[in-house]
């Protein structure tokens, strides 16, 4: 019995840390798209003063 309720607790916690690695995996993965796309956008943007009109 105890060894049972062992191997179940063992069991929850690698997938647990399975499941936060995979988490901290894609955070990684997609901060640095981010960035890429962001720095894709400021090489769009002309360089110099810029007007905004409001009415």
Same mark, same amino acid.
Do not use: N
């Given at each position: 019995?105890?060894?049972?309720?062992? +191997?179940?607790?063992?069991?929850?916690?690698?997938?647990?840390?399975? /499941?936060? @690695?995979? +988490? @901290?995996?894609?955070?990684? /993965?997609?901060? $640095?798209?981010?960035?890429?796309?962001? /720095?894709?956008? $400021?090489? $769009? /943007?002309?360089? @110099?003063?810029?007007?905004?009109?409001?009415?």
């Amino acid at each position: 019995m105890r060894t049972r309720f062992a +191997a179940s607790v063992l069991s929850a916690l690698l997938y647990a840390q399975g /499941l936060l @690695g995979f +988490a @901290g995996l894609a955070t990684v /993965l997609l901060k $640095d798209r981010a960035h890429a796309g962001q /720095l894709a956008v $400021d090489s $769009d /943007l002309p360089a @110099g003063p810029s007007l905004l009109v409001v009415r």
